[in-house]
């Protein structure tokens, strides 16, 4: 018997950030930087940094229970949550059993998935096919990462990079022709080794040759990867609009990756959308990974810029490499 599919999108939308900020300034004394070298490349003029005490389950956990609470459903009505991450608490068990836990969503299945800074758009396309299916009703999708923990603050090409936080979305049934219109998710991993983490897997357990080494820190090609997102960036979203029979005309808010603001630009003037739609925050928190999108969005729709029947676009693209977009109908 064949189920049908019923629409899905987005009830409420959270966020959080740890407390302490680091600026450009703060930078110029820890490497051979500066705030207009940083500014002028990158667009990023702060960041925050977690705690010593901080894990990724925390600020994944505080994410989720404002996006529970704009949402108005109880962490007892979850019946699965999908955490986004490349920096796992441990190992195992996931980082999505331990949100689990904090938030008391006891009814809920977890697992997490990596698919880098894309890593929020899998889980909202997971959490979409999930509930359309009719086997679950109510998914948290997270994207969490504290990327400060695994940057190596000698390497000025990559520690101005980088922040920590984390974004939620609860993702339910909505009203026909709103949630999810057409998503694109892909990935080449022969590019893989142009943002990576060398060391502390099953391919190179940690050892002390690793450590001394310094190949627990993030490595990334930085004008390959550049190159990769500018072209990915316009063709996913080009993809995922043509899926659902729309153009860039029909946007009107755009949610991209904030990892670079001349990347932001490129693809913006690529698929012709003026800036006023275009939501950035990169100055004040940097390439967030797995968090970035979801922190953008939530900011944009606390601040009453997005509205029932709007088109937005989310789109990013990370580690893997991987390219991920969604066009969603705002509202339920």
């Known amino acids: ?25 703060d930078l110029e004394k820890m490497v051979d930087t500066s705030d207009e070298w940083i500014t002028t490349r990158t667009g990023i003029k702060e960041r925050r940094i977690a705690a010593d ?26 019946d699965l949550v999908i955490v986004a991450t490349v920096t796992p608490d441990v190992s195992f068990p996931a980082t999505a059993c331990l949100v689990q836990m904090q938030l008391e969503a006891t009814n809920a299945a977890t697992f997490d998935l990596s698919a880098g800074c894309s890593g929020f758009v899998y889980a909202l396309d997971m959490a979409v096919r999930a509930v359309e299916s009719g086997a679950y009703h109510r998914v948290l999708a997270i994207g969490a990462d504290i990327l400060s923990k695994i940057t190596d603050w000698t390497d000025r090409s990559t520690c101005v990079l980088f922040g920590d936080g984390a974004g939620a979305a609860v993702i339910g049934p909505v009203s026909e022709n709103r949630g999810l ?66 153009s860039p005309d029909d946007i009107d808010v755009f949610v991209p990756h904030q990892a670079n603001i001349r990347i932001i630009e490129a693809a913006r003037k690529r698929l012709a959308i003026p800036k006023e739609k275009v939501f950035v925050n990169v100055q004040r928190y940097g390439n967030t990974s797995a968090a970035s999108i979801p922190i953008a969005l939530d900011e944009v729709v606390r601040s009453g810029k997005v509205k029932d029947d709007d088109i937005v676009a989310l789109v990013g693209f990370g580690a893997g490499l991987t390219w991920a977009s969604a066009i969603l109908r705002w509202g339920r």
């Open 1 to 25: 018997m064949t189920r049908q599919l019923r629409a899905a999108g987005i009830w409420g939308t959270g966020m959080a950030v740890p407390e302490r900020v680091l600026t450009n300034a």
């Open 53 to 78: 005490s901080q894990a990724t389950s925390d600020l994944a956990a505080a994410a989720g229970r404002r996006a529970l609470e704009a949402a108005s459903v109880d962490a007892e009505e979850i």
């Open 181 to 246: 219109l057409g998503a694109d998710l892909g990935a080449t991993g022969a590019q893989g080794h142009l943002l990576t983490l060398p060391a502390g897997g099953s391919r190179k357990p940690v050892s002390e040759e690793t450590v001394k080494a310094r190949e627990h820190f993030i490595v990334m090609q930085g004008n390959e990867v550049f190159k990769f997102a500018v072209r990915i960036m316009g063709e996913t979203a080009q993809n995922s609009l043509n899926k659902c029979g729309l």
